[in-house]
């Protein structure tokens, strides 16, 4: 059985993840309370007449007991022999405080926090810091819509219990703001940008004659290979670790030209040597 255990910040995007789970064949279920996981599992997997092959479950700071009731789960489901999955939604404050006030919904934390959205958010932060360390996989929705989560899905959990890490490339553009999921970011504004080029402001990185214009300068060559020696380099180091997914991000100014070539030059590049490799060009749409 695929366990996929979903967590994180109210208003991060739990409801969407299902969503887009349950349209890839999962059984999801909401709000589960934390300390009834490894029951529910096991209940799962026993129940071999309801094929219950991928199941996903959503469990967060709406069950009071949270904070314990999640760190003694995951110790039993591992006691068990259960495996899992977590996954992670964060986003940044502001842009959270602002899905609250655009929906009006009421922060689970809110009657602690003397109506405080802001302290709400915060104090929420510092329960749910175990959950967000234990994550296998992490996904900052702050600047994408409910469409590109759905593509990052079905890129993670698709083939979530292959064997071998995830690598994630990310191109975005600084002016959006950063990769905070990144565990590497590289700042690509270094080198000339396609923008000012008549014939290739409007077009993409995914273009080759953008990509040959971002690649044209010696040093734009010697700052790949650098990042490329680096990577080769770390990715045995994190594999030793049991590191399950690892996203590398690349930043230039609007994300759509310099960044997108060296996500997908990398990706390409890397998926050629076989590993497993995604890639998402977070900004490549924006105006």
Same mark, same amino acid.
């Given at each position: 059985?695929?366990?996929?255990?979903?967590?994180?910040?109210? #208003?991060? #995007?739990?409801?969407?993840?299902?969503?887009?789970?349950?349209?890839?064949?999962?059984?999801?279920?909401?709000?589960?309370?934390?300390s009834l996981i490894?029951?529910?599992?096991?209940?799962?997997?026993?129940?071999?007449?309801?094929?219950?092959?991928?199941?996903?479950?959503?469990?967060?700071?709406?069950?009071?007991?949270?904070?314990?009731?999640?760190?003694?789960?995951?110790?039993?489901?591992?006691?068990?022999?259960?495996?899992?999955?977590?996954?992670?939604?964060?986003?940044?404050?502001?842009?959270?405080?602002r899905r609250y006030?655009?929906?009006?919904?009421?922060?689970?934390?809110?009657?602690?926090?003397?109506?405080?959205?802001?302290?709400?958010?915060?104090?929420?932060?510092?329960?749910?810091?175990?959950?967000?360390?234990?994550?296998?996989?992490?996904?900052?929705?702050?600047?994408?819509?409910?469409?590109?989560?759905?593509?990052?899905?079905?890129?993670?959990?698709?083939?979530?219990?292959?064997?071998?890490?995830?690598?994630?490339?990310v191109s975005f553009?600084?002016?959006?703001?950063?990769?905070?999921?990144?565990?590497?970011?590289?700042?690509?504004?270094?080198?000339?940008?396609?923008?000012?080029?008549?014939?290739?402001?409007?077009?993409?990185?995914?273009?080759?004659?953008?990509?040959?214009?971002?690649?044209?300068?010696?040093?734009?060559?010697?700052?790949?290979?650098?990042?490329?020696?680096?990577?080769?380099?770390?990715?045995?180091?994190?594999?030793?670790?049991?590191?399950?997914?690892?996203?590398?991000?690349?930043?230039?100014?609007?994300?759509?030209?310099?960044?997108?070539?060296?996500?997908?030059?990398?990706?390409?590049?890397?998926?050629?040597?076989?590993?497993?490799?995604?890639?998402?060009?977070?900004?490549?749409?924006?105006?």
């Open positions: 059985m695929e366990l996929i255990i979903i967590t994180g910040l109210s #208003g991060a #995007g739990k409801s969407g993840t299902i969503n887009a789970l349950e349209d890839m064949g999962f059984y999801c279920v909401d709000n589960i309370p934390a490894p029951v529910f599992a096991e209940l799962c997997a026993q129940a071999s007449e309801l094929n219950l092959s991928r199941v996903a479950i959503v469990t967060d700071i709406r069950g009071r007991e949270f904070s314990k009731g999640f760190f003694n789960s995951l110790k039993e489901l591992e006691t068990k022999g259960l495996a899992y999955q977590l996954l992670f939604l964060d986003a940044g404050d502001a842009e959270l405080e006030k655009e929906t009006r919904r009421k922060h689970p934390l809110i009657n602690e926090t003397n109506g405080s959205v802001e302290q709400a958010i915060k104090k929420e932060r510092e329960l749910l810091g175990y959950a967000r360390r234990s994550a296998d996989y992490i996904i900052d929705t702050t600047h994408i819509t409910v469409g590109q989560l759905k593509e990052r899905m079905g890129k993670i959990f698709r083939g979530s219990f292959e064997t071998g890490m995830l690598i994630t490339c553009g600084f002016k959006y703001g950063s990769c905070s999921e990144a565990d590497l970011v590289f700042d690509v504004r270094c080198l000339p940008n396609p923008f000012y080029k008549q014939d290739l402001k409007n077009k993409t990185g995914l273009d080759k004659d953008v990509a040959d214009f971002v690649f044209a300068p010696a040093r734009a060559v010697e700052l790949y290979k650098k990042i490329t020696d680096l990577i080769d380099f770390l990715i045995p180091q994190y594999l030793d670790e049991g590191k399950s997914q690892l996203t590398i991000g690349f930043g230039c100014t609007g994300g759509k030209h310099r960044s997108v070539v060296f996500a997908q030059t990398l990706c390409d590049r890397l998926s050629s040597s076989g590993n497993r490799v995604t890639v998402n060009h977070r900004d490549i749409n924006k105006r």
